[in-house]
DNA sequence: ATGACAACCTGTGGGC
DNA sequence: TGCCCACAGGTTGTCA
């Protein structure tokens, strides 16, 4: 479910109501998660108060004065408030119980996702992350210089997290189509002035996504339980098939990629 | 270094 | 209604 502006849409969920409590009682039901959760997580967590929040690629991380929290959301996780009496369900595998009367509550039915407890902040699996698509340093030179050397598809590179982060399946898709360019292109054979486009919309189909809440799909909401708007914006994503909404004259084509789907227009991308 | 692919899980939707 | 299969938003690790 979640890529990056949804993780960013939860944080922002949850920030002003977490930032300054303090935690009461953590429930860990389930440890079984993508790396099992560590055995003194409740003892880590308890008792400290919340600084902040942040977000790096796709993973969310609350800070406390005594170190932090590493959350991903994996395929199907999210991570919401409710109010402490709000009886638990079926895959609702930690509930960390705050002095404000309510639950940061972790969901998450596949349990691809992950939580660990960081002492200073780094962790081997923020190492070796590419920029964060929303920063400068994501830009249409860096991106061309990186693709010089990849013959894989550009779909299957913009996805690469060494290259930069936070591009999933859906947004490649809808990045792709925005740019005019064919997902099953080689990297190294797209040329510069095309990075500048597929950069741009890059930033801009996450940025918009952000803000209207993510994308919902199936069923996600954000941290304050609200659902995402960005599903209505879709223009190749789970078309396939359909009419292409620029050209309005081709059919959108499906084809699969490392095993993900691809939804592009054949005439429009190219 | 790159790339192809299996693996980790459960839920859902389509076809029969 | 039920069964079986294919597929789903992500990432890591292994092997060629």
């Keep these: 479910m979640p890529e990056l502006p949804e993780v960013e849409t939860t944080r922002r969920g949850i920030q002003p109501h977490i930032v300054g409590r303090k ?3 953590v429930t860990v039901r389930d440890r079984r998660l993508r790396w099992p959760i560590c055995d003194d997580l ?3 967590l308890e008792g400290a108060s919340v600084l902040t929040t942040r977000r790096r690629a796709k993973y969310l991380l609350i800070d406390f004065e005594t170190g932090s929290l590493l959350v991903h959301l994996g395929m199907s996780g999210s991570l919401r408030l409710v109010a402490e009496n709000e009886q638990p369900r079926k895959h609702d595998h930690v509930d960390i119980g705050l002095d404000n009367g309510f639950l940061l509550r972790y969901h998450d039915p596949r349990r691809f996702g992950s939580m660990h407890w960081l002492d200073d902040a780094s962790h081997m699996l923020l190492d070796h992350l590419g920029p964060e698509p929303l ?3 994501f830009s249409a030179d860096y ?3 990186t693709s010089r050397k990849r013959s894989a598809p550009v779909k299957h590179v913009i996805m690469d997290a060494k290259v930069v982060v936070g591009v999933g399946n859906i947004y490649a898709n809808e990045a792709l189509f925005m740019a005019g360019i064919r997902p099953d292109r080689a990297a ?3 040329s510069k002035a095309r990075y ?3 950069v741009e919309a ?3 189909v996450l940025a918009t996504a952000i803000e209207v809440g993510g994308t919902t799909l199936r069923d996600f909401v954000g941290g304050d339980g609200k659902a995402g708007y960005f599903a209505q914006s879709l223009q190749v994503y789970g078309r ?3 009419l292409c909404k620029r050209c309005k004259d081709q059919t959108l084509r499906e084809i699969r990629q490392s095993n993900r789907s691809t939804v592009f227009c054949p005439s429009c991308q190219r």
């Design 23 to 25: 935690v009461t009682a």
């Design 240 to 242: 396939a098939g359909e």
């Design 202 to 204: 890059i930033k801009q």
């Design 42 to 44: 409740e003892q880590r």
């Design 135 to 137: 920063s400068t340093e």
């Design 143 to 145: 991106l061309y210089r």
């Design 196 to 198: 500048e486009l597929l």
């Design 188 to 190: 190294n054979k797209v």
